[in-house]
């Protein structure tokens, strides 16, 4: 049910998805792809993205869920130049973002009735950065004035922003903050680490010894 809520209005259908118990979350503000995998987190699942193709055409894509192999072990480390045969170094631009729009907890809404505190019926808009106002001439890292819900890198965006200077925006939760100083400085950070590429290795190992299809290891370069 949850995979087929954030399926919704992408090309995707669900295919295959294991039996798993009852539970339950609320996504906010977030991407299709960001629900699927806190929904895989949630069940301790692994998941697939399959196409079809027939002639040179795509006929289907589907989303495969499977429950999660493999431990995760600080018992094997590999390291490059021994038993780690060779390290690739790969960059991935698809998640940069030079600017943010954050959103914090949901404001709590005046109630006459008797109403239980968690019920989402007493919670209104989420708590934004338009009230807050940051000034690089005051030491603060960037500038946001006054009014402006958004929060963003013109470094960033100057090398890595839209072909026509604009940045690229995002809106991110953070459901834990209910105040502008916690909110502004998670969206600073957030900001910070994804306003660069994100890297990833890949290794060619041998020698695995005792391990087991999907564990997980350490790899020291």
């Known amino acids: ?19 798993t118990n009852s539970l339950s979350t609320n996504f906010y503000y ?14 301790g ?3 697939r993205f399959n196409i079809v193709i027939n002639g040179n055409k795509i006929t289907a894509k589907y989303l ?5 192999q493999g431990d995760s072990t600080n018992m094997k480390r590999f390291e490059y130049g021994s038993n780690a045969l060779e390290i690739k170094r790969e960059q991935d631009f698809s998640s940069i973002i030079t600017g943010i729009v954050p959103r914090g907890k949901g404001v709590q ?13 007493v919670y209104g808009r989420r708590l934004d950065i338009t009230g807050a106002e940051w000034s690089t001439s005051k030491g603060d890292p960037l500038d946001k004035p006054k009014g ?3 929060l963003y890198d013109p470094v960033a965006t100057a090398k890595l922003g839209l072909p ?3 940045a690229r925006y995002q809106v991110v939760v953070f459901e834990d903050d209910d105040t502008l ?25 041998i020698d695995v010894g005792s391990l087991g299809l999907g564990d997980t290891v350490a790899i020291i370069r």
């Not at 977030?30 to 069940?43: C, G, M, N, R, V």
């Not at 809404?109 to 019926?121: C, G, I, K, V, Y």
Request: net charge negative; with cysteine.
């Open 148 to 150: 402006q819900e958004y």
């Open 64 to 68: 495969d869920a499977y429950v999660k």
């Open 30 to 43: 977030i991407s299709p792809y960001e629900a699927i995998k806190d929904i895989a987190d949630l069940f």
């Open 45 to 47: 699942l692994e998941i």
């Open 109 to 121: 809404l005046d109630s006459d009735s008797d109403t239980d505190q968690n019920d989402p019926a």
């Open 164 to 166: 026509k200077g604009s």
């Open 181 to 205: 100083d916690a909110l502004m400085a998670d969206a600073y950070t957030y900001l910070q680490k994804y306003s660069r590429p994100q890297v990833a290795f890949t290794a060619n190992i």
């Open 1 to 19: 049910g949850m995979f087929n809520g954030a399926l919704l209005n992408t090309s995707y259908s669900l295919r295959n998805c294991p039996s």
